[in-house]
C-alpha cells in the first residue's frame, strides 16, 4: 500500500519548535520531489516548502523563510520539516506530498495531479 505518514505536530507556545516528519511506505521516496503544505480554517492551501529530487535544492514561501528547514533521509524513506520561532499565523494542518516534477523552481505551491498525500497533521501556535 502506497502511503505517507506524517508525525510530528502539536500544540506550541509562540517561538517554539516542531519538527515533523512524513514518512513513505510501498513506494520509494528518492524518484520524487517532496512538498509540505498547509491550510488554515477557511483558508486555501498554500505551499511552504520544496525539495528537489534532482539536486536537492530547496525552496520556501516568503511566509516561513529563514523558519522553516526541508530535508530528506532517502534511506530513511522519510522527509522533514524543521520549524522554528513558529508563529500564531503558523496554525494549519501540514501535509507532504511528492512531486513528479524534478525540481524546485515553480510556483511553491504548485501541486502534482497525480501526487502522494499524507493524511496531515495539526500544529497550533497559541500561548
Known amino acids: 500500500q502506497v502511503q505517507f505518514v506524517e508525525s510530528g505536530g502539536g500544540l506550541v507556545q509562540p517561538g517554539g519548535s516542531l519538527r515533523l516528519s512524513c514518512a513513505a511506505s510501498?513506494?520509494?521516496?528518492?524518484?520524487?520531489?517532496i512538498r509540505w503544505y498547509r491550510q488554515a480554517p477557511g483558508k486555501e492551501r498554500e505551499g511552504v516548502s520544496c525539495?528537489?529530487?534532482?539536486?536537492?535544492?530547496?525552496a520556501y514561501a516568503d511566509a516561513v523563510k529563514g523558519r522553516f528547514t526541508i530535508s530528506r533521509d532517502n534511506a530513511k524513506n522519510t522527509v522533514y520539516l524543521q520549524m522554528n520561532n513558529l508563529k500564531p499565523e503558523d496554525t494549519a494542518v501540514y501535509y507532504c506530498?511528492?512531486?513528479?516534477?524534478?525540481?524546485?523552481?515553480?510556483?511553491?505551491?504548485?501541486?502534482?495531479?497525480?501526487?502522494?498525500w499524507g493524511q496531515g497533521t495539526q500544529v497550533t501556535v497559541s500561548s
Open positions: 525539495i528537489a529530487n534532482s539536486d536537492g535544492t530547496t
Open positions: 506530498a511528492t512531486d513528479h516534477y524534478p525540481s524546485c523552481d515553480q510556483s511553491i505551491s504548485r501541486s502534482d495531479p497525480f501526487a502522494t
Open positions: 510501498g513506494f520509494t521516496l528518492d524518484y520524487y520531489s
